[in-house]
């Protein structure tokens, strides 16, 4: 069981009766990572600059690495996503901004796209791109009582965590939406070499 402990910036390992195996430090100066998947036996995750603390441009493509080992692996490179930047040392949320999305299957694959387009991309172990597949798809627009349904919905989430109220309203404050919604949310790799997609629905459908 691997376990990242961002608040250290170390990733513990442990048998799955719970016995420690040790840690190995994350270095934060290569990206913050935001997604981790395990691919056979290699941990790995999804890298993003943000352009502080000595971390390449903010804004720059995102590389999908291995984890926790002494040698870094690429297994893709990831278009950099919008939803998620830094702004004066401060974090600048966008709801719904185009986003790299991707999926790591046990055979090696890594099925990635940016969710702003229906255009899928499978690449195999040696990252050679096996499979293009692309729908075509209408996104629908955010309304204003999207946006409003979806404030007071992430602010009542927060404050049910036990987030200061203080905080919350300063969260709530720094976000914006983009125009319009995602093509798709999620992709798995499923078996038989199977792609699953998940759709996205508008608050009102919701």
């Not at 493509?61 to 990831?78: E, I, N, S, Y």
């Not at 255009?119 to 309304?143: H, N, Y």
């Not at 965590?161 to 319009?180: E, H, K, T, Y």
């Amino acid at each position: 069981v691997w376990v990242a402990d961002m608040a250290n910036l170390r990733l513990g390992r442990y048998t799955p009766s719970g016995e420690a195996l040790g840690s190995t430090p994350i270095d934060p100066t290569n990206g913050i990572p935001l997604r981790w998947d395990r691919v056979g036996d290699r941990l790995v995750a999804q890298l993003r600059s943000l352009g502080v603390g000595g971390m390449p441009q903010a804004g720059s493509d995102d590389p999908v690495v291995t984890m926790g080992t002494p040698t870094r692996d690429t297994l893709t490179v990831l278009p950099g996503g919008m939803s998620f930047q830094m702004d004066g040392g401060r974090p600048q949320i966008r709801i719904f901004d185009s986003e790299p999305i991707w999926d790591a299957a046990t055979d090696g694959r890594v099925l990635s796209g940016v969710n702003s387009a229906y255009r899928l991309e499978v690449r195999d172990a040696s990252g050679t791109l096996q499979r293009v597949i692309t729908k075509p798809f209408e996104t629908e627009e955010v309304t204003e009582a999207d946006v409003t349904r979806l404030r007071r919905s992430i602010r009542q989430l927060m404050l049910d965590q036990g987030a200061p109220p203080q905080a919350v309203d300063a969260v709530i404050q720094g976000m914006s939406f983009a125009d319009r919604f995602p093509a798709f949310a999620q992709i798995l790799a499923g078996p038989s070499g199977t792609v699953w997609v998940q759709h996205i629905q508008s608050m009102e459908s919701l």
